[in-house]
């Protein structure tokens, strides 16, 4: 387009659906008058320039953002277009910023970049104190490619929040004509005409509607009249036709689609509390196996002395990066404040975070607990759900005996009452392959095979303990709620069968090499005879004199029942000696 504001638009993408323009000469761009700077003030903005109060203004008042340009800094046309990867530019914001393709960009004839469509403006083209002639622009962009642009850059503006919302497209030539007489007489100046390149998009829309919609919907009856005042006050025309109406929305109401939002219109405007209380009717709500657990695991830990906790989501990166292991971390993009900037990859961070507060408070012994997700990833499967839990100082005083300090058993404990609250009948396997956060030495994995792992528990590492400022032993678990097997549903529950026959109990000793570990031989040994071999206990542990070096000695009890016959010692020995033979096979001899 080509008018008398001497410079030429192009509009080469569909982002921008209408460009107004006018070149302002001779203008004085100094202070802005008192009641202007008072009002920008007020709202928490600062005085910058006439010209830029002016714009400041309309976009608060108005709804109406608009952006001027120093005329003498642009060279040759103006030109709307989409960004091309590689490209940047310095912004009136102090930033600068590389730009991806696609996003809406204003630039000139020369390829001189001179702002983002509807987010902010560029520092090459920026008005200053010695600014004399000014362009003046006011636009109407798509509010998606608004938000894309916004979103892609971490850009935050008033423009950009007003635009992305969808402004009137009705106004964009009335808002430049109230701008530019504030500009005249503001800063003086002579003003061009206006130059107009493409067409708003038409927003308004017919509504189908009737005052019986405000009843069903709304609960409310209210007199007809009454209804169309409510709707002519804010800018809609009603067509009635009997019962039937028709509903035209303002321009600057584009969010108005249905019957349901005239609704709300006529309620918002006669105030929400016309609605009669009602009670909703009662609905049956089936718990799935999931939502069961939780509350059954919750339960089973507070049975235990435990206290659950709740905490956000996200961490500090630092805090982390401890927690991490090998997983990825997930930065947030716009976190709340630095110290939660990043989604908790575990929950012992929240919980040793909460123990140093009670500790501070002269907690000297607590259990804490949480249930929530977290984030080793961005996908949904990379997002387990967790229990976790935290205890500190001594078990409670008993009549019988002095307080206990707590130890890894404590926490293994709350581990395996986890499991059964979940229904895993299962024997559990232990190893030692713990992430970084819990101390080597007093540490546990559980697990269903190599593969299968259901959490960690034991005494946290002194490292970690450190970093949040906690100088006494704290012991934790984990369990990975998601990966502990769903019980399969069975029509009736399994009768208990009870021996009616008298157990015998024999006591072993093997030697085995220290790295072995106790539960590899407790599982063989449980193995060895599945329907006669009922309980294994271990019971001690000995190294020392009579044993060799770099062996241990471990005495287990294994209890022996049959269920329609009493054992004979022919039994019994046919059971010890595949005891002994599963042994055995993890290195044990017997002793």
């Not at 007489?181 to 708003?200: D, H, R, T, Y």
Request: aromatic content about 6%; charged content about 25%; proline content about 4%.
């Amino acid at each position: 387009g080509q008018g008398d504001a001497g410079r030429t638009i192009q509009l080469k993408t569909e982002d921008c659906k209408l460009f107004v323009g006018r070149r302002i000469s001779g203008v004085t761009n100094g202070d802005s008058p008192d009641w202007l700077k008072k009002r920008l003030t007020s709202i928490g903005l600062r005085p910058i320039s006439a010209l830029v109060d002016v714009t400041n203004y309309m976009t608060v008042v108005y709804g109406r953002p608009l952006h001027v340009y120093d005329a003498a800094k642009l060279q040759g046309d103006i030109v709307v277009r989409t960004s091309r990867k590689g490209e940047a530019f310095d912004a009136l914001n102090d930033k600068h910023y590389e730009l991806p393709d696609g996003l809406c960009t204003i630039s000139d004839e020369k390829d001189t970049f001179h702002g983002l469509g509807g987010v902010v403006g560029g520092e090459e083209s920026g008005c200053t104190e010695s600014t004399t002639d000014v362009f003046l622009e006011a636009a109407w962009f798509e509010p998606l490619a608004v938000a894309k642009t916004g979103r892609a850059l971490n850009i935050d503006s008033d423009a950009r929040y007003r635009f992305e919302r969808t402004v009137d497209p009705e106004f964009v030539a009335k808002g430049a004509e109230i701008a530019t007489n504030l500009i005249l007489e503001f800063c003086g100046g002579e003003a061009s005409e206006l130059v107009s390149v493409g067409k708003a998009p038409n927003l308004v829309r017919d509504i189908s509607f009737n005052s019986q919609v405000l009843t069903t919907l709304g609960g409310v009856e209210l007199p007809e009249k009454e209804c169309k005042d409510i709707l002519s006050s804010l800018g809609f025309t009603v067509k009635a036709d009997g019962k039937q109406w028709v509903v035209r929305n303002p321009s600057w109401r584009p969010d108005m689609e249905q019957a349901a939002d005239i609704v709300e219109e006529i309620l918002r405007i006669k105030r929400y509390d016309v609605i009669p209380e009602a009670s909703l009717p009662p609905v049956a709500v089936t718990e799935d196996e999931r939502s069961a657990r939780l509350g059954t695991v919750r339960r089973a830990l507070v049975s235990r002395g435990m206290d659950e906790t709740y905490h956000f989501a996200f961490i500090d990166d630092k805090q982390a990066a401890r927690f991490a292991a090998d997983h990825e971390t997930v930065t947030v993009i716009n976190p709340i404040s630095s110290e939660m900037d990043t989604l908790r990859p575990s929950l012992i961070a929240g919980l040793l975070a909460a123990l140093g507060r009670n500790m501070g408070r002269a907690a000297a012994d607590a259990g804490l607990f949480e249930v929530g997700t977290v984030f080793h990833g961005v996908k949904a499967d990379q997002q387990p759900l967790m229990v976790a839990g935290v205890r500190l100082g001594h078990q409670p005083a008993h009549w019988s005996g002095k307080p206990r300090a707590m130890d890894t058993y404590d926490v293994k404990a709350d581990a395996e009452q986890v499991l059964a609250a979940c229904g895993l009948t299962t024997r559990v396997q232990v190893n030692t392959a713990v992430p970084g956060w819990y101390h080597p030495g007093k540490s546990g994995c559980l697990c269903l095979g190599p593969k299968n792992v259901l959490g960690y528990f034991g005494a946290v590492h002194p490292a970690i303990l450190r970093a949040f400022d906690i100088d006494k032993d704290v012991f934790a678990f984990e369990v990975m709620l998601d990966a502990i097997p769903v019980r399969k549903a069975k029509a009736s529950a399994e009768a208990l069968m009870l021996s009616e026959y008298q157990a015998t109990r024999r006591d072993f000793a093997f030697v085995v090499d220290d790295s072995v570990p106790a539960d590899a031989l407790l599982s063989a040994v449980k193995g060895a005879e599945k329907k006669l071999v009922r309980d294994v206990t271990l019971f001690d542990v000995y190294a020392g004199k009579g044993v060799p070096e770099g062996k241990k000695s471990l005495a287990i009890s294994v209890t022996l029942q049959a269920d329609d016959r009493t054992l004979s010692e022919e039994d019994i020995t046919v059971v010890s000696d595949a005891i002994i033979d599963a042994a055995a096979k993890q290195g044990g001899e017997l002793r």
